[in-house]
């Protein structure tokens, strides 16, 4: 982190103590603390401590450094609370707003909005303590508390690179390019390094580790070019912060200015941006887009709207940055604003520390719609903590990235993490899947009554989020594959189904839709359920059973024809067919073409293992894949009149949930068999078992 404000400590001042001893150990520790040595700073404290577990100066200089300085917040609780109670007066405030950001960032905000409470009192521009993110934090803390909602792993997740990558002091700007993983850190890299006296911690440099099946090799220093490993000591360090899409350009800060690095370049000397990009004192992140054409940056100028501000800039015809533009106000606010990332659909991310949040910087996004940026998005939980979130960056049409967070549970200070993130916003269908498709199954005993099912495409089908069913734009109750739906009366009826989906590889979620059109008219006796005229399905009386006096088989009437009555059975959880079935099938073809007045239902079956909705599809599946094999034999697909599937509604054998049945019991109730329909002489009233 580039850009921090820090608040001075009046603490070290009132050593006014009773023992001249612990007096001393506390100067000690004082003295310490300017040199950023806080470990021996800490070992003092607890030497008065072990004396005296109730000083305040020790508990309130041990809470102050483990809170203030070590980001330690909930280790400096039990010493703040300590110190709480025998607050001076010049120090309370100090004490209370401490005692504040540590409950803040555990999570516990009711707490920390009562120690923001008493501290609000004494936040006066004129106090040496004045805190101008105090207001912000008691709403960040309220934000948090009104919207604590985590989202599911399947649209977020963040998991900790580990110990090869992260320590205790700050990894952050994490970029991922050609199987290798570019970042920033503030470790200490020689016996000899001290801290700085900006923010307290070793001067930045960069580091590049080789990424293999999500694994990482040991870390290296990076440094373009190679002035050995102490340059970072001269000039303050420098920090890579974004690269281009081809992975040829790296983006780097240093001394508050933007260069970039040809990665092409055996020398990979760098070049400061031009005036146009570096026009303030500090320009603190850069982000090319794929094309090359513009550059997001982050500025603080006097003539932003206040901190860093997110600026753009164009590549003109002859190869220059166009002069800057500030990014509208409702992206851009009082504090700060950083680390802007484009993805290739147009979703802008950006961490601030002055939208509403859960505290420090969160991560953000926006996007262009109808020519102006919409008002930003906090991304929500998990991604967003009460500590500091940012310089998120997917990889390329993925949902999948890297970003920095200091949250609880780290290896310290801010760590790099794996980022999953998949928006929520449910998209809308730019085109109907042609994989996507809806089937209608009518009922056998009503004219205005069908069974409608979807099929998932097979890789999304582990990967449903939600189906919803309309007709004529009429939303159903039913959210599963399938729906059963009677229509009120004569008409035509649009039937349409639209799943929701998680892509693995895609930063948000797919929607695929289908429709159907169905008409229900007069004098229907049987519904041909093929798909006609671009996908339209029309109810209409079928040629070979618009004879009223058809009816069905007997058994008895069957096998005078020649008809095999053995049920087609299936494996367990199979819908193809076997070779005894095909045997079957292919007698019972034959008699079909020579008898050309026979028609079919087709019905399929399942047994009691698995879900009712499972079993019901498949066994759809079975009753399809039979009409499939008589009509690739060369059997009129009008001569089946219906398919139905009954799944595990129809078990003959007692083999339901909970009942312990054999593999041979189970078989029985995995099949197809039929209703057959012909000439009325033949007609008696039967049931086929």
């Known amino acids: 982190m580039r850009k921090v404000i820090y608040i001075p400590i009046v603490l070290y001042t009132l050593l006014i103590v009773s023992c001249s001893e612990e007096k001393k150990l506390i100067r000690k520790a004082s003295n310490l603390v300017d040199v950023y040595d806080y470990d021996k700073a800490i070992s003092y404290y607890d030497q008065v401590l072990a004396k005296d577990s109730n000083n305040f100066y020790a508990n309130a200089g041990k809470g102050v450094v483990l809170s203030e300085y070590m980001g330690k917040y909930d280790k400096a609780i039990p010493y703040l ?35 923001y409470g008493k501290a609000t009192s004494q936040n006066k521009e004129d106090h040496p303590d004045y805190d101008i993110f105090l207001a912000k934090r008691i709403a960040d803390c309220k934000f948090a508390m009104e919207n604590p909602e985590v989202n599911p792993s399947e649209l977020q997740s963040v998991k900790n690179l580990g110990s090869i990558i992260n320590t205790d002091m700050p990894e952050y700007g994490p970029i991922y390019t050609n199987g290798k993983l570019i970042f920033t850190s503030k470790r200490k890299d020689t016996p000899k390094e001290k801290k700085n006296g900006l923010d307290r911690r070793y001067f930045e440099s960069m580091y590049i580790s080789t990424v293999n099946n999500g694994s990482f090799s040991s870390p290296r220093r990076f440094t373009l070019p190679d002035k050995g490993a102490n340059s970072k000591f001269h000039k303050g360090g420098e920090s890579a912060v974004s690269i281009s899409a081809d992975g040829k350009t790296l983006y780097i800060f240093k001394g508050g200015k933007l260069y970039e690095a040809d990665m092409t370049d055996s020398t990979k000397n760098e070049k ?216 009120p009366g004569n008409s035509t009826y649009k039937v349409a189904a639209k799943a929701i989906v998680y892509c693995d590889t895609c930063p948000t979620l797919l929607a695929m839709c289908a429709e159907k059109e169905i008409i229900i008219g007069q004098n229907i006796l049987v519904a041909n359920t093929e798909p006609v005229n671009d996908g339209k399905i029309e109810a209409t009386p079928n040629k070979a059973t618009a004879n009223t006096s058809k009816g069905e088989l007997n058994e008895s ?132 078992q």
């Open 557 to 688: 009437q069957l096998q005078a024809l020649g008809w095999n009555i053995t049920p087609d059975y299936f494996d367990y959880n199979k819908y193809d067919l076997r070779e005894d079935a095909k045997s079957i099938l292919d007698q019972n073809i034959s008699v079909l073409k020579n008898n050309h007045d026979l028609t079919l239902v087709i019905m399929g079956y399942s047994d009691s293992r698995g879900t009712s909705e499972y079993n019901k599809n498949l066994s759809a599946k079975r009753a399809n894949t039979v009409k499939k094999y008589y009509v690739d034999k060369g059997i009129s697909k009008k001569r089946v009149t219906a398919t139905i599937a009954y799944g595990e509604s129809m078990i003959d054998n007692g083999c339901v949930d909970g009942v312990e049945c054999s593999e041979a019991q189970h078989q029985l109730n995995r099949k197809v068999d039929f209703k057959v329909s012909g000439n009325p002489k033949l007609i008696t009233s039967i049931s086929m």
């Open 272 to 487: 400061k941006l031009s005036s146009n990009i570096n026009f303030s004192p500090l320009q603190g992140h850069a982000f090319i887009t794929s094309d090359g054409k513009m550059l997001l940056f982050t500025a603080e100028s006097p003539n932003g709207r206040g901190g860093t501000d997110i600026y753009k800039s164009v590549k003109q015809e002859n190869g220059e940055w166009s002069d800057p533009s500030l990014l509208p106000y409702n992206i851009n606010t009082d504090y700060n604003e950083d680390a802007p990332f484009l993805t290739e659909d147009g979703t802008l991310f950006f961490a601030s520390n002055g939208h509403p949040g859960y505290g420090g910087y969160d991560v953000y996004k926006t996007h262009m719609e109808n020519g102006q940026w919409t008002d930003p998005v906090n991304l929500g939980q998990p991604i967003n903590t009460p500590g500091d979130d940012i310089y998120m960056a997917l990889k390329p049409n993925s949902s999948y990235g890297y970003y920095s967070s200091s949250r609880k549970g780290g290896y310290g200070d801010m760590d790099i993490y794996n980022v999953h993130y998949v928006s929520a916003e449910i998209p809308k269908c730019k085109s109907i899947d042609t994989l996507f498709v809806i089937t209608a199954t009518p009922a056998v005993d009503s004219q205005t009554s069908y069974t409608f099912a979807v099929n998932v495409p097979e890789q999304y089908k582990n990967n449903v989020k939600s189906i919803s069913w309309t007709v004529n734009d009429e939303i159903l109750a039913a959210t599963t594959d399938n729906v059963q739906y009677s229509f």
């Open 81 to 115: 609370e300590k110190a709480n109670k025998k607050s001076a007066g010049k120090t309370s405030m100090k004490i209370n707003n401490d005692l504040g950001k540590s409950y803040h960032y555990i999570g516990n905000y009711p707490r920390a909005l009562y120690f």
